[in-house]
């Protein structure tokens, strides 16, 4: 009789339970994912990031903004959307080594991957968190703003102060499909206390009269970016869902 080990076959004991999955990158077993995008070269598109972002809140990540190349331009702006909107932001510098020991702070005993589009300095803020020249990095093409996918698998690496982190390879396009329209307002956390107070039960909070989402816009107590992005989405998700 030929055992299991000489027909190198393995044997399942047991599926573990997923705690977190994410349609792109692969990866399992995360508890944060650190949404990374710079200021400038490439500047940042935030209909992806607002995307991908709802992508993560309906995973139950928990999210870190993390702001790269502000040695270029400091983004103050893309700072206050974020913060204003409830996130944890971190300005970062991988080339200058700014806020490094803060974001080392943020990662100590979690599984982090790190997205963000081809270019961003993704890899080089890892180099910096370890110190040293662990991943390849790529220049940015300078006549279109983006990358060259430097980074081509998903990688898992220890952290010598506790935790994991996950270099991915840029993506430039990331999928919501599998929201519903009517929900995509749960994932947008600046929503929240505003879709509760919405007198429509059915609102979409995109463009109803007297929508309370709509409200908090027009005084300033909700990110145009944010709401403009939500509602790109919501609209893109409904058509999908005609078809
Ligand atoms: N000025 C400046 N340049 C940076 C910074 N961080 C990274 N870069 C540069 O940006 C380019 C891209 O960096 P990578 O770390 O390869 O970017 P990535 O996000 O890993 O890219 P992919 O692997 O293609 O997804 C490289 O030329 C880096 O030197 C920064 O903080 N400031
Ligand atoms: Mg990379
Ligand atoms: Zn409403």
Same mark, same amino acid.
């Given at each position: 009789? +030929?055992?299991?080990e ?7 004991? %047991? ?20 949404? $990374? ?18 992508a /993560?809140?309906?995973? =139950?990540?928990?999210?870190?903004? /993390? ?9 103050? %702006? ?6 204003r909107?409830?996130?944890? $932001? ?16 943020? !990662? ?11 270019? $961003?300095?993704?890899?080089?803020? !890892?180099? *910096? +968190? ?10 940015? @093409?300078e006549? $279109? &703003? ?7 698998? @998903? %990688? ?5 102060? =506790? ?6 390879? =840029?993506? *430039? ?8 329209p009517?929900? !995509?307002?749960l994932?947008?956390?600046d ?6 107070? /919405?007198?429509?039960?059915? /609102? *979409? ?5 007297g929508?309370?989402? !709509?409200?908090?816009?027009?005084? =300033? ?7 403009e ?6 609209? &893109? ?7």
């Open positions: 009789m +030929v055992s299991t000489d027909k190198k076959t393995g044997v399942i004991d %047991e599926i573990l339970p997923r705690t977190s999955s994410l349609i792109r990158p692969p990866v399992a077993n995360v508890s944060q994912v650190a949404v $990374v995008f710079a200021t400038e070269n490439p500047r940042p598109n935030l209909l992806i990031i607002d995307k991908f972002i709802a /993560c809140e309906e995973s =139950g990540l928990e999210i870190l903004i /993390c702001i790269n190349k502000t040695d270029l331009n400091a983004g103050k %702006e893309y700072e206050e959307i974020y913060q909107a409830g996130f944890e $932001v971190i300005p970062l510098s991988a080339t200058e080594k700014i806020n490094i020991k803060t974001l080392k702070d943020k !990662l100590k005993d979690k599984i982090t991957v790190f997205a963000g589009n081809s270019g $961003v300095g993704k890899s080089s803020l !890892l180099n *910096s +968190v370890f110190g040293e020249e662990f991943f390849r990095t790529g220049e940015v @093409s006549k $279109v &703003e983006r990358g060259r996918h430097t980074t081509r698998h @998903s %990688e898992l690496l220890p952290l010598p102060f =506790g935790g994991y982190i996950i270099d991915t390879p =840029g993506f *430039s396009s990331f999928d919501i499909a599998k929201i519903p009517e929900d !995509l307002h994932y947008f956390r929503f929240a206390l505003f879709d509760t107070r /919405c007198k429509f039960p059915d /609102c *979409s909070h995109t463009v109803e009269k929508c309370s989402v !709509l409200e908090a816009l027009q005084k =300033g107590e909700i990110e145009k970016t944010r709401h992005n939500y509602t790109y989405l919501y609209n &893109e998700l409904k058509n999908i869902k005609k078809w």
